[in-house]
Each structure stands twice: as structure tokens, then as C-alpha cells.
């Protein structure tokens, strides 16, 4: 497996790498970056694919200084540096959409596409009602039915080894850090997202109980070159349940 260890802003960073063509950066969900899944392969035949695993996430350390999305855009911009990267297309997942989305507004110049996939990271209605379900109050075995279109492709624990269980428990820990408080939004990022100018592409799978089509619309509002797109067949992480779907869509994107 093409995956090794960087030490960026004294952090040790699980960093994947494959493929050949222009460099792509994937910044993850919070289940994770996993490398088994279809949707890498595939876009590892169109692209050179680099995806760090979030300081906490995988087996990346987690300093005591980071305790909020930007700071993990600031480790990328260094990673970016190190790899000799000056421009770069990027896709963000989830949480991996809000980091990118920080990111953009520091440095908007370092970026060529951006494809945001159910982000998260914005506040866009009432300030006394959450824009999304509370997955944190939500028991653990009714998670899926919000995130899946198809629950039963969900990965059973049953079926992880001990490793592959601390890693998940690891993410979900390191998610609550990022995103508990204030609720998966930093409530600076609205007056900032005018700066991004680069071509966005906003994805959602159409059955995500997460991220509702009126929010994923009115945050790509907030953007001056923004469009949106919907997956079929599809939940909160439409890369695994319709993977040749969700690159088709992305190369069609980051190459026209």
C-alpha cells in the first residue's frame, strides 16, 4: 500500500499516495480515509492521488495545539510546500469539505478546481435550530439510516479487526474535538467564503439525512463561482456507495 509517514508542523502525518497525471488532494470524511475503497482506485487511473489522514484520524498524531479545522488547513498548506505543490485541484469530504473550505479562504491562489462532497463547516439558518441532525445524540446503530442510502453497506464492526475498530472509535473521538461546539460550523467561515473564487462543484447524495439539499444550496450560495450536483443512490459518502457515479462526476468537473 503506497502510504508512509511525514512529519509536517511536527506532526506525523499517514499520508497516501498512487496514481499518475495531475496531482489531486482528498481530504477525508470523519469515518476516514480508507484506502480499499473502489472510488480510489479509480480516480488513482485519471490522477495523482494524495490523501492525508486528519491529524487524529488513521494513524496521524493528534498534537494538544489542534483542536479545530483550521488548524488542520494550515498543516495542509504546509503539506502542499513540502510536496512542491503550487496549485493544486482538491475534494473534501464531510469534515474533509470544511477543512478544505478554510483552506480556500487563506489561500485561494494555491487552488485550481474545488469539489466539496456534504460538506459541513458553515451555520445557514435560525441560530436557535441546527442545520443537521445531532449525530452525536443519535444512538450508534441508527447512524447508518442517515448517513447510507443503503444502511447494509455499511461496514459491520463484527467484521473489523482490533486495529481497524481503535482507528474508527479514534475518528469518531477526533470528530467530537473538531465539531462538537459550536456544532459543525465555525461561525467565522460564512463572511470568508467570498474570497473563493476558483470553480466549486457542491455534491450530495440524494438520500443523505445529513446535509439537506437547502443547506448544501445555500452554502455554495455563499461562494461566487459555485454550482451543486446530486448522486443518485446515494448517502452522506456517495464515493462508497456509488463510486464510478461519484468519479464520473468529479473528472467531468475538475477537466472541462
Known amino acids: 500500500m503506497p502510504v508512509s509517514i511525514r512529519k509536517i508542523a511536527g506532526i506525523d502525518l499517514e499520508l497516501f499516495e498512487d496514481g499518475a497525471g495531475p496531482p489531486l488532494l482528498l481530504l477525508h470524511p470523519g469515518r476516514g480515509f480508507v484506502a480499499s475503497d473502489a472510488y480510489v482506485a479509480l480516480l488513482t487511473k485519471h490522477r495523482r492521488l494524495i490523501a492525508p489522514s486528519h491529524p487524529g484520524f488513521g494513524n496521524s498524531s493528534l ?26 485541484d482538491v475534494i473534501g469530504g464531510s469534515i474533509g469539505g470544511w477543512i478544505t473550505a478554510e483552506m480556500a ?5 494555491r487552488f485550481n478546481k474545488i469539489v466539496l462532497v456534504g460538506p459541513v463547516g458553515v451555520k445557514t439558518g435560525p441560530s436557535d435550530k441546527l ?5 452525536f445524540a443519535i444512538a450508534p446503530d441508527k447512524l447508518p439510516t442517515l448517513l447510507f442510502h443503503d444502511p447494509s453497506k455499511r461496514r459491520d464492526p463484527a467484521s473489523m479487526s482490533d486495529d481497524e475498530l481503535a482507528i474508527s472509535v479514534r475518528n469518531w473521538e477526533t470528530v467530537a474535538l473538531l465539531a462538537w461546539e459550536p456544532y459543525m460550523h465555525n461561525p467565522k467561515l460564512k463572511q470568508r467564503l467570498h474570497r473563493v473564487k476558483n470553480p466549486t462543484l457542491f455534491l450530495r447524495g440524494e438520500s443523505d439525512g445529513l446535509i ?31 463510486p ?8 467531468s468537473f475538475l477537466e472541462s
Open 212 to 242: 439537506s439539499a437547502d443547506y448544501l444550496a445555500k452554502y455554495a450560495a455563499l461562494l461566487p463561482n459555485a454550482t451543486t450536483a446530486t448522486i443518485a443512490a446515494a448517502g452522506h459518502v456517495p464515493e462508497s456507495e456509488q
Open 131 to 135: 442545520d443537521m441532525p445531532d449525530v
Open 63 to 88: 498534537p494538544l495545539w489542534l483542536d479545530h479545522p483550521s488548524d488542520i488547513a494550515i498543516v495542509y498548506l504546509e503539506l502542499l510546500d513540502a510536496l512542491g505543490l503550487a496549485r493544486i
Open 244 to 251: 464510478e457515479a461519484f468519479v464520473t462526476k468529479v473528472l
Open 105 to 109: 479562504c487563506m489561500a485561494p491562489e
